[in-house]
């Protein structure tokens, strides 16, 4: 609301019409409200990053044990065929 009042005090101090600069208020006004993120709009995003990063260290996760195993145990026979 300051900066609305201070950009229409502005306007009017070098002699732009009031419909104008009324004008000027309500198109920012309009921008602002449907291009620029909320607080809301942040934390939420921020808890669907937070959801999304712990599914991925879980597959993550899984898929380092799987090459984990598959790789001790092309070593176990790779030992036995040495033998």
Not at 5 to 28: D, F, G, R, T
Not at 61 to 76: D, H, P, Q
């Amino acid at each position: 609301m300051k900066t609305e009042l201070a950009l229409y005090q502005a306007l009017i101090s070098i002699n732009v019409p009031e419909q104008k600069a009324n004008a000027v208020i309500e198109a920012l006004e309009t921008d602002m409200l449907s291009r620029l993120a909320t607080k809301a709009d942040l934390t939420a995003l921020a808890a669907e990053f937070k959801s999304e990063i712990s599914q991925l260290e879980v597959k993550l996760t899984i898929r380092m044990g799987v090459m984990l195993s598959a790789a001790v145990g092309v070593m176990i026979a790779a030992m036995k065929l040495m033998h």
